[in-house]
């Protein structure tokens, strides 16, 4: 998709990789150099031992990152939602939350032909990815044309990063579940505002799977932009859009591009 907006588009270009426990979007990219940094956060933690169970600290953190159960007695902080802001420390008066400094991850950036590619890898110690997920929103730069890989799911992290979405795509592949997973999708992108769209990947014989991914974008009324079929030399990058792409897929891409941008109007 990169390739084939680096054809269409004109001016800047940014490719963001978002999935930090698999950040393997770059591995196709092989004559960029990265620099890779390292992301330290001051992670907050409770002295459960301390702890009077109060719950005075529950209001004052702004993404419900804190689960408190007064019945056990039991709080605790769940990780896909805590951005390490540092809110929850100001509600304890007992000062029993403190901030212990980490590592989050890391921010590898390249640049070519005046294009940046940035990603994010998540340190495998912890579960805490929202902050890497924050800074790397904070590397995109301004006026590029910015096109995001994110993780399927829709966990807390994904939503931050569909944050400053103009148009999201869902790439559905022949597996058990798809709907399941793209109904879950549609809804949170709905309740974000986000203009969306589906696209098939991958596809090989499976005309019955590509005919029930239809009849569903019929029934929800979602645009379906794009049936991809699967190519080898696609899957290992091998291929580029401008060199060795068929016409057919060179069309495919084409259009989808099209498709694309009467979406995000």
């Given at each position: 998709?990169?390739?084939?907006?680096?054809?269409?588009?004109?001016?800047?270009?940014?490719l963001?990789g978002?999935?930090?426990?698999?950040?393997?979007i770059?591995?196709?990219?092989?004559?960029i150099?990265?620099?890779?940094?390292?992301?330290?956060?001051?992670?907050?933690m409770?002295?459960l031992?301390?702890?009077r169970?109060?719950g005075s600290?529950?209001?004052f953190?702004?993404?419900t990152?804190?689960?408190?159960?007064r019945?056990?007695?039991?709080?605790?902080?769940?990780p896909?939602?805590?951005?390490a802001?540092?809110e929850c420390l100001?509600?304890?008066?007992?000062?029993?939350?403190?901030?212990?400094?980490?590592l989050?991850?890391?921010i590898m950036?390249?640049r070519?032909?005046?294009?940046?590619f940035?990603?994010g890898?998540?340190n495998?110690?912890?579960?805490y990815?929202l902050?890497?997920?924050?800074?790397?929103?904070?590397?995109?730069?301004?006026?590029?044309?910015?096109?995001?890989?994110?993780?399927p799911g829709?966990?807390g992290?994904?939503k931050?990063?569909?944050k400053?979405?103009?148009?999201?795509?869902i790439?559905v592949?022949?597996?058990?579940?798809?709907r399941?997973?793209?109904?879950n999708?549609?809804a949170?992108l709905?309740?974000?505002?986000i203009?969306?769209?589906?696209i098939?990947?991958?596809?090989?014989?499976?005309?019955s799977?590509?005919i029930?991914?239809?009849?569903?974008c019929?029934?929800e009324k979602?645009p379906?932009?794009?049936?991809?079929?699967y190519d080898?030399l696609l899957?290992?990058?091998?291929?580029?859009?401008?060199?060795?792409?068929?016409?057919?897929l060179?069309v495919?891409?084409?259009?989808?591009?099209?498709?694309?941008?009467?979406?995000?109007?």
């Open positions: 998709m990169f390739d084939a907006a680096s054809v269409k588009t004109n001016g800047m270009l940014q963001m978002y999935d930090v426990e698999k950040p393997d770059f591995d196709h990219f092989n004559n150099k990265f620099e890779t940094s390292e992301f330290y956060i001051n992670f907050p409770i002295d031992l301390r702890c169970f109060c600290c529950i209001p953190c702004p993404e990152a804190l689960h408190f159960d019945s056990i007695p039991r709080i605790e902080i769940i896909d939602r805590c951005k802001c540092g100001k509600g304890c008066h007992i000062h029993i939350i403190s901030e212990r400094q980490r989050c991850g890391y950036q390249g070519e032909n005046g294009n940046y940035t990603s890898r998540s495998d110690g912890h579960d990815h902050p890497l997920i924050c800074e790397l929103n904070r590397k995109i730069q301004p006026g590029a044309t910015v096109i995001c890989d994110l993780p829709y966990s992290f994904v931050m990063a569909l400053e979405t103009r148009v999201a795509l790439i592949k022949p597996n058990r579940g798809w399941r997973n793209v109904e999708m549609t949170l709905t309740s974000m505002g203009p969306y769209g589906i098939v990947n991958k596809v090989k014989n499976e005309e799977f590509v029930e991914v239809q009849q569903f019929k029934n979602v379906l932009i794009g049936i991809i079929p080898p899957e290992q990058g091998k291929t580029s859009i401008d060199k060795d792409y068929g016409d057919d060179r495919i891409f084409a259009d989808i591009l099209s498709k694309i941008q009467e979406i995000a109007g």
